[in-house]
DNA sequence: CGACCGACTTGTTGGTATTGGA
DNA sequence: TCCAATACCAACAAGTCGGTCG
């Protein structure tokens, strides 16, 4: 894991930590540095033109009150707050920060007004937005600077960038789907909450002017640089590196090489699980088809959760009322369907005909038992990843997800890739290849709002070159005809046709644009390129298609890449 | 065990920068 | 050159998973 010898100079040499000596023995750094993290600014009160009003009546808020008052504000126009969870939730925290006068007086949201005070944001953003291009690059140059100052820090003798050096700001939680804690106060964080990591010997951070830290430790076993507990969850947040570091990459790659090595063994374990199903024993049935479930369907393990969480499901914590059976469905036998809430109360809508004897488990699982009731009454996430970590070291539910992910994305591309087709043509089959992953993931998105319109448009685009190629044919024709013998006809004749061949390729091209726009309207492809899609794949793909790798990676995807840019040759194989 | 928690990855949202067509 | 659509990226919520403790 580190540096053999002496330290290399940063701008001479590209590091390629991946070809030097590694060394696995839970110390993650021998070496950091920061100045810190950088806090949320200062609450600035607002001009005292900026009225609220309760019950009718104009009142001017204290400090606090006002600024938390603001963040409720700032959210009029969303759909949290016509939430009841969210606005019991934000008013109770809300008197919270009020003096004992404001308490007494306002005792009903329903009678606050905060019109004035969204109106006055609404009112800064639109200035924001019209500024002038030097303000608007004065505020760039002053946030580099912090990103300069603040944004890097020192880690076994490079400079990496950090990824959120930022605390966050106070402001008001937004949980996802029917999140119990929707609207509660997110408290401002102080130097005091915070707990700083970095070297014993190096120049330790200091804090802000007036302040100390809770904590300086030196705890070379994590990776992470500062943290604290956010108050709504009592969930630590850390400072971290950037993807693009040294420390995430190899991480990464390791990702990467674990699910490589499920594929060596997957049939193995596939045929072992199917010999499961029939096992006397119910834990291990139960086992047998919750890893099938995650081997063919990529669900998630499944964690249980709090009561203080929105109700989602994975794998292990599927409950009755999350499957229907059916012996016989649309013409398929033995149908299994699944509809539940998952991840960040994504829905997971699934038909799927499974082997009897799944089946006739499932039915065995159900016997008895209430909607409520787990389907997995025997199984949880940790006994089903000590079951699969004997199966093969490193190996836990998770591991599925980004081998059957990876292994797809090559599947397809084999499958999809045509070599003498045009380079927006192998793109949109990259596209394709990557749609498949994101289905098999359950990577939704809601359709674009502006989906249909910009269709359209595009569809009258379309017809408009048609037009342009037909006038163009015509031209061309014409000017074939008169260039019998002239030089001068001939050529402008051929000046026609280079023009023919052009509207031709810009046709092309609308249309394979018109197709993938509309495969891709309801799936968010980001996701498993991002996490799941081992890099090397797509970059041996773009090697061997001759597609440049821009094409597939933009800029931060290509400097968390860099390592299966640079290692991958064109006939890696997954 | 099982509850709890620390550390880290995975996921969506939404604001801002960039692009490309009228 | 302007404006809307799109791409990008930061922010931060929500998972996974291993370890500890009673």
Known sequence: MFIKGKKKEENQEVWRWWEEEKRDDGVKWKYLEHKGPVFAPDYEKLPSSVKFYYDGQEMKLSEKAEEVAGFYARMLDHDYTSKSVFNNNFFKDWRKTMTSKEKETITDLSKCNFKYMHAYFLEKSEERKNMTKEEKKKIKEKNDEIMEEYGYCTIDGHKERIGNFKIEPPGLFRGRGEHPKMGMLKLRVMPEDVIINCSKDSNIPKPPEGHRWKEVRHDQSVTWLASWTENVQGQNKYVMLNPSSKLKGEKDWQKYEIARKLAKSIDKIRAEYREDWKSKEMRIRQRAVALYFIDKLALRAGNEKDEDQADTVGCCSLRVEHLALHEEKDGKQYVVVFDFLGKDSIRYYNEVPVEKRVFKNLQLFMENKSPGDDLFDR???????????????????????????????????????DPDVSIPEKILQYNRANRAVAILCNHQRSVPKTHAKSMENLMKKIEAKKEQVKDAERQYK?????????QKESIVAEKK???????????????????DKDENKEIALGTSKLNYLDPRISVAWCKKNGVPIEKIYNKTQREKFRWAIDMAGPDYVF
């Open 478 to 486: 014409d000017a074939k005809k008169h260039a019998r013998g002239s």
């Open 379 to 417: 199984l949880n996430t940790g006994i089903l990843n000590k079951h699969l970590n004997e199966l093969m070291e490193g190996l836990t539910a998770k591991v599925f997800r980004t081998f059957n992910a990876s292994f797809t994305l090559q599947a397809q591309l084999n499958e999809l890739t």
């Open 497 to 515: 046709k280079k023009a023919l061949e052009r509207l031709r390729e810009q046709l092309a091209k609308l249309e394979v644009q018109a197709t």
